[in-house]
């Protein structure tokens, strides 16, 4: 059994919580807050506190607060030499005060409160000061059923960098599609089953191989009437410089 | 029953042929391809022909060849007054030669001949000249299990470009994480989740709402740092003006 001290109510902390409660191997001993007032609904089933006064021992304290607050928060922690991770894809595992045991428990995934998840399909991203500490956060990871890597603070934050890249830009090139068919009227729904399936498509083939479309095969007439039909320069600029990206990559230029 | 002849042999001929096939109400009269040896092995379920002067009747002829063929393998079809229909998403229903009734029947996905494929789970954007032909364009679509809708030219041009924005734009986001995160020997497969979770959300959620990270935040120390850890100066522009475009539509500039 592996005993857990959650810090946070925030959007990782709110799922890490229900996927712990869950795992049969793990016990959440106690749900710390700042303001008790985020997770006084669980108090039936968890103790929660809102001073760290009242912070009982465990073998792991999960710290899934904002990325400013971790290494204050690391400094003012009651207690020495036990094992503490944060939850951060960008912050160094260096900023963890180093009286303690220090080690990172990266959920590669993104998270909002409200929209349900299967825990299980999250990667772990893993990374300790102290060796021995391996097992157990490699324990955690299991027990919720995930697939976890050991990654150094570099590679992680390389992630995080890739992240923005698969999902905030990818995101934002679907609410540009969105406006450039709202402006004609057109039900963003139909795009809707391709968004899934380029998506779809690289789970099994690298994004090399899945690429199609005018830009790869350079078709010229394609790609200049495209840019004739965008009316905003933004859009135009994105539009000839993810070509231009495509082409390269595929020995168009 | 509708019966079809298909014209052409590629990738979106292949998965109509097969989705065709099992459809209860359809009967594919015929497939023409220019050359034979590319249906040749369907020749026991269906009639094969290379040859225009060997086309039957039937209530539809669909043309899946490629968009600057259309034109003219339109002319030179050996009949008139009946209805053809291309499955381009940028080429004009006025392409068709007007001696024939003429139609669009595009099924917004991304075709591979060997990529499995749930075809019910494709929109078919529809076009006609003559409104009396709505109806059986509707029931092909409804008989493959897909939802149609009613597209003119200009809507379904929009449609290709946005296509082009979620679909090999979006390809090439993937391809440049996989750049950057092989560079620095992370394994590709730890953000697959997230590209699934990315594509999910906007399934139920607009893009607008969907969107989270550094740039929305204005997280300029971020920013900052994720610029300073791409190597290519490709890559920084890309990354540049996507959190540019991001910020605009959220309102930090
Ligand atoms: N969201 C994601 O998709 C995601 C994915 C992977 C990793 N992460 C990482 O996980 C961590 C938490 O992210 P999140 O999205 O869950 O954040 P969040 O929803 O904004 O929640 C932040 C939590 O931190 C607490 N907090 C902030 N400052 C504090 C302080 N000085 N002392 C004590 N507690 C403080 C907040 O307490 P109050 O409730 O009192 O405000 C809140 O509970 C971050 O390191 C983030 O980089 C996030
Ligand atoms: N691929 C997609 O994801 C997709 C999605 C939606 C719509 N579309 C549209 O569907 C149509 C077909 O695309 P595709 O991807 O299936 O193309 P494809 O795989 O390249 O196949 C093209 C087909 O057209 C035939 N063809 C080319 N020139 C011809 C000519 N002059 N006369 C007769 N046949 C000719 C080829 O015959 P041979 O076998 O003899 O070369 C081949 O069978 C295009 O209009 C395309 O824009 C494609």
Redesign the interface.
């Known amino acids: 059994m592996i005993s857990v001290v959650l810090l946070g109510a925030g959007n990782v902390a709110t799922h890490l919580y229900k996927a712990f409660s869950k795992a049969e191997n793990i016990t959440v001993t106690q749900w710390y807050n700042r303001s008790n007032s985020a997770i006084s609904s669980y108090a039936n089933e968890v103790e929660t506190i809102d001073s760290l006064a009242d912070l009982k021992e465990a073998d792991i304290y999960i710290m899934a607060i904002s990325d400013d607050s971790i290494s204050k928060l690391s400094k003012v922690l009651p207690f020495e030499n036990r094992l503490v991770a944060h939850t951060s894809g960008?912050v160094s595992i260096h900023d963890l005060d180093k009286k303690n045991q220090r080690a990172v428990f990266y959920p590669?995934?993104?998270f909002?409160k409200d929209?349900d998840?299967d825990f299980s399909?999250?990667?772990i991203?893993i990374e300790v000061t102290e060796k021995r500490n391996l097992q157990i956060l490699k324990d955690l990871a299991e027990n919720l059923g995930c697939k976890s890597?050991k990654?150094n603070t570099?590679?992680r934050?390389?992630?995080h960098?890739?992240?923005?890249?698969?999902?905030?830009?990818?995101?934002?090139?679907?609410?540009?599609?969105?406006e450039?068919?709202d402006?004609?009227?057109?039900?963003?729904?139909?795009?809707?089953?391709?968004?899934?399936?380029?998506?779809?498509?690289?789970?099994n083939m690298?994004?090399?191989m899945?690429?199609?479309?005018?830009?790869?095969r350079n078709d010229k007439k394609?790609i200049k009437?495209?840019l004739k039909?965008?009316e905003s320069e933004?859009h135009k600029?994105?539009?000839k410089?993810?070509t231009?990206?495509?082409k390269?990559?595929h020995g168009q230029r």
């Open positions: 960008s590669l995934q993104t909002s929209a998840l399909e999250v990667p991203c890597y990654i570099e590679q934050q390389t992630l960098l890739s992240a923005v890249f698969v999902n905030n830009f990818t995101n934002q090139l679907y609410r540009i599609a969105h450039i068919s402006a004609k009227s057109i039900n963003f729904d139909i795009l809707k089953p391709l968004i899934t399936e380029t998506a779809q498509k690289v789970q690298s994004p090399y899945a690429q199609t479309g005018p830009a790869k394609t009437r495209h039909q965008i933004e600029k994105i539009y410089l993810l231009e990206s495509i390269k990559t």
